[in-house]
């Protein structure tokens, strides 16, 4: 059964549009969600952390969680090149372990 | 240093060597995590420490030995490893295990011949 689901991409994104990076999760009483960025080669490094329903911003980044539907999103705005990289998805599951996902490989085009 | 640290960031070893990967925090935390990274598949929580007492062990197999001594120095004792370990192996810290943020190291890429 596969806790945190991601679509493995890549996800071509054109330089300046707005890129969608998706996720959902079967622990319906998950509380605490969380979008890494991960660089070939490097550690995991927490851009967004989200834990109520809506949206949440902080500069070009905005994550939406929607808990009944058990889905959480990251939306990029002015997508740069150096956004290419792999967004992992990660989920505070009921019994406080933090559950990742595969992960979405994002390119973007110059 | 800032951050997480993790010594070596690249060890290959091979299945009867000893070795010992280590992660220092500098963030003041509390919790510290080791996680295994392979290709293609997501990130695999193993071990659990907060304040230097072991809270989580996911079924990780006795040749993974961990030790934290303090609660800023978190070790990996590795012995009779197998290739299928062969992975990268990350440290992360949070304030507190039940913390929302977690930090990660740079992380050790194992080769096991």
């Known amino acids: 059964q596969k806790e945190v689901e991601q679509n493995s991409g890549p996800l071509s994104v054109p330089e300046g549009a707005i890129a969608s990076l998706n996720c959902t999760y079967s622990?319906?009483?998950?509380?605490?969600f969380f979008w890494y960025r991960q660089y070939s080669g490097k550690s995991p490094e927490l851009i967004m952390s989200?834990?109520?329903?809506g949206d949440k911003e902080d500069g070009r980044f905005t994550a939406q969680l929607n808990k009944a539907s058990q889905y959480v999103s990251l939306l990029i705005r002015d997508s740069q090149p150096s956004d290419s990289s792999t967004y992992l998805c990660?989920?505070?599951?009921?019994?406080?372990?933090?559950?990742f996902g595969k992960g979405t490989r994002l390119h973007i085009l110059p | 240093e800032t951050g997480v640290t993790q010594t070596p960031r690249h060890l290959v070893m091979g299945m009867t060597n000893k070795k010992s990967l280590k992660c220092e925090q500098h963030?003041?935390?509390?919790?510290m995590y080791w996680y295994k990274q392979s290709a293609k598949k997501p990130l695999e929580l193993m071990f659990v420490?907060?304040?230097?007492?072991?809270?989580e062990n996911n079924s990780v197999p006795s040749r993974f030995s961990p030790e934290c001594p303090n609660s800023s120095h978190l070790f990996l004792h590795l012995h009779t490893l197998q290739p299928e370990d062969s992975a990268l192996y990350l440290c992360?810290?949070?304030?507190?295990?039940?913390?929302?943020?977690?930090?990660f190291g740079p992380g050790t890429r194992l080769t096991v011949t």
């Open positions: 420490y907060n304040f230097k007492e072991q809270t």
């Open positions: 990660a989920v505070r599951a009921r019994d406080d372990k933090i559950i």
């Open positions: 963030l003041g935390h509390n919790a």
């Open positions: 622990d319906r009483v998950s509380q605490s």
């Open positions: 989200i834990y109520s329903n």
């Open positions: 992360a810290s949070s304030q507190e295990r039940l913390a929302y943020e977690q930090y």
